[in-house]
T-cell receptor, first 112, second 107 residues
Framework: KAGVTQTPRYLIKTRGQQVTLSCSPI?????VSWYQQTPGQGLQFLFE???????NKGNFPGRFSGRQFSNSRSEMNVSTLELGDSALYLC???????????FGEGSRLTVL | GQQVMQIPQYQHVQEGEDFTTYCNSS?????IQWYKQRPGGHPVFLIQ?????EVKKQKRLTFQFGEAKKNSSLHITATQTTDVGTYFC???????FGAGTRLTVKP
């Protein structure tokens, strides 16, 4: 069974640009959640989608958005990038909402 | 949302010593999960605790959930170099993680 796949693995952007990250969950998993990980802040919850609906949202500005498609694949978008958005963005899928999380390898974003 | 406090932030031990990390919440939790992230890796699920006072063991790892379901601990007996990593608790009520405890082990 394939694990959680995140693309791209690495990317470099400049301030003001926008970025879209993709996450393909484990087959059969309908919940996808996103986290931002930085050295000083640990794992910060961004949002969770379940069956195409956003079920939970963290304390991030509106520049951070996401969506989930009918095949459970999810994307997150960050607009008007800031230097502080440089981080590892982790996606996790689970069979049930708030169930055991299976994480992808992450997308490492560097904003210059 | 609820806050989950995790301590200590860092722990450095000699191989063979024990290690414990604690999670505390100001509100009652429905359940708590524990994850381990190796350096350069991604978090991997270890266990979920649901019942008040629950204790679960995985080899040298012992997980406890407090009677009031407001705190939890992970204890590792006789640490090994393979235990190195960051241990996170997650209050899965709302999918928020503690700050993590980074464990380093000196051989």
């Amino acid at each position: 069974k394939a694990g959680v796949t995140q693309t791209p693995r690495y990317l470099i952007k400049t301030r003001g640009q926008q970025v879209t990250l993709s996450c393909s969950p484990i087959s059969g998993h309908r919940s996808v959640s996103w986290y931002q990980q930085t050295p000083g802040q640990g794992l910060q919850f961004l949002f969770e989608y379940f069956s195409e609906t956003q079920r939970n949202k963290g304390n991030f500005p509106g520049r951070f958005s996401g969506r989930q498609f009918s095949n459970s694949r999810s994307e997150m978008n960050v607009s008007t990038l800031e230097l502080g958005d440089s981080a590892l963005y982790l996606c996790a899928s689970s069979f049930l909402s708030a169930g055991e999380l299976f994480f992808g390898e992450g997308s490492r974003l560097t904003v210059l | 949302g609820q806050q989950v406090m995790q301590i200590p932030q860092y722990q450095h031990v000699q191989e063979g010593e024990d290690f414990t990390t604690y999670c505390n919440s100001s509100t009652t939790l429905s359940n708590i999960q524990w994850y381990k992230q190796r350096p350069g890796g991604h978090p991997v699920f270890l266990i979920q605790l649901v019942k008040s006072g629950e204790v679960k063991k995985q080899k040298r790892l012992t997980f406890q959930f407090g009677e009031a379901k407001k705190n939890s601990s992970l204890h590792i007996t006789a640490t090994q170099t393979t235990d190195v990593g960051t241990y996170f608790c997650a209050a899965n009520n709302d999918m928020r993680f503690g700050a993590g405890t980074r464990l380093t082990v000196k051989p």
